[in-house]
């Protein structure tokens, strides 16, 4: 998904899938608009945590696409 809206100084978002994943052994990237470090935690079937290491500024977004090794 591209767009993604984050809180104002928000320094984690619960990303909801598109889809339903059959498990959880999906990768998942991740790229915010602003400089920060992010990394995915919390993988379930539905939903996926995104953690930034600097809070979210004004109109802060995330684009994010679910991948799987074949």
Do not use: C
């Amino acid at each position: 998904k591209v767009g993604e809206s984050i809180t104002l100084a928000a320094t984690s978002k619960v990303v909801s899938l598109k889809a339903t994943e059959p498990d959880t052994s999906y990768g998942v990237l991740v790229v915010p608009n602003w400089g920060t470090t992010v990394h995915v935690t919390a993988k379930t079937t539905t939903t996926f945590t995104a953690n930034f290491g600097t809070g979210a500024p004004a109109s802060a977004t995330l684009d994010w696409s679910v991948f799987r090794e074949e």
